[in-house]
C-alpha cells in the first residue's frame, strides 16, 4: 500500500530533550516536506526537500533540522525543544516539487505525529 | 509571497451545493492552485488542482476566474462526510514552497 508514515505518532517530552520524528514515503516521491498545524494558524511549512541531499527552510523553520539521506527517509530533528514547538506535526511527499508540476505535485501526507513539549 | 486567503467557515445543507472561495491575487506564472480537505486531525488529502482552465473530476470542481486571482471549490452534492477543512494551497513558481492559508471549515447539516 502507497502510504507515509511518520512515527513516533504521540510524544510527550521536556524541554530540551533532543529528539527526532521519522517519515518514511514507499512510493519513489522526490518531493518531501514538513509541516506543523496549530490552532487558528492552519498548516507551515517548516523545510523541504526536492531531492536527495537536497533540504530547504519553508515559513517556519527555527528551531528544526532535517537531512535526506536517502530518497524515502526525512527525519525532523529537534535538537533542544521548546513548549512552543507543542504542535501536530505532518509529513508529505509529492513525486515532483516542480513549478508547474500538475498533478505530479500532489502531496500524500502520513497521519501525523502530536507532539508535547512540557 | 504569493498568499491564500478563505473565509474561515461557512455552513451548508446536505445535498446542496457547497462553494468555497479561495483568494490568491498575487499569484503569478505557471503556479498552480491545490485543494486539499482535512477531516478532524487526520492528514489533508488531495481534491483537485487547476491552473487557467476549469477542472472536474469525481470529488468537486474548480473554477479559476479568468485573471486567476481567486478560485471556488464546488462541491456539487454535500454530504455529512464532506464536514471538514478545506485548504486552498499555492505551490510556488521556484518549487519546493508550498503555502497553506489558514482553511475553510465546512459544516454540511442536515
Known amino acids: 500500500e502507497a502510504q507515509v508514515t511518520q512515527n513516533p505518532r504521540y510524544l510527550i517530552t521536556v524541554t530540551g530533550k533532543k529528539l527526532t520524528v521519522t517519515c518514511s514515503q514507499n512510493?519513489?516521491?522526490?518531493?518531501m516536506s514538513w509541516y506543523r498545524q496549530d490552532p487558528g494558524l492552519g498548516l507551515r511549512q517548516i523545510y523541504y526537500s526536492m531531492n536527495v541531499e537536497v533540504t530547504d527552510k519553508g515559513d517556519v523553520p527555527e528551531g528544526y533540522k532535517v537531512s535526506r539521506k536517502e530518497k524515502r527517509n526525512f527525519p525532523l530533528i529537534l535538537e533542544s525543544p521548546s513548549p512552543n514547538q507543542t504542535s501536530l506535526y505532518f509529513c508529505?511527499?509529492?513525486?515532483?516539487?516542480?513549478?508547474?508540476?500538475?498533478?505530479?505535485?500532489?502531496?500524500?501526507f502520513g497521519p501525523g505525529t502530536r507532539l508535547t513539549v512540557l | 509571497d504569493a498568499k491564500t486567503t478563505q473565509p474561515p467557515s461557512m455552513d451548508c445543507a446536505e445535498g446542496r451545493a457547497a462553494n468555497l472561495p479561495c483568494n490568491h491575487s498575487?499569484?503569478?506564472?505557471?503556479?498552480?492552485v491545490y485543494w486539499y480537505r482535512q477531516i478532524h486531525s487526520q492528514g489533508p488529502q488531495y481534491i483537485i488542482h487547476g491552473l487557467k482552465n476549469n477542472e472536474t473530476n469525481e470529488m468537486a470542481s474548480l473554477i479559476i476566474t479568468e485573471d486567476r486571482k481567486s478560485s471556488t471549490l464546488i462541491l456539487p452534492h454535500a454530504t455529512l462526510r464532506d464536514t471538514a477543512v478545506y485548504y486552498c494551497t499555492i505551490f510556488y513558481n521556484q518549487g519546493g514552497k508550498l503555502i497553506f492559508g489558514q482553511g475553510t471549515e465546512l459544516s454540511v447539516k442536515p
Open positions: 512510493m519513489n516521491h522526490e518531493y
Open positions: 508529505a511527499s509529492s513525486k515532483k516539487g516542480l513549478a508547474g508540476g500538475g498533478r505530479f505535485n500532489e502531496q500524500f
Open positions: 498575487t499569484i503569478s506564472g505557471n503556479e498552480y
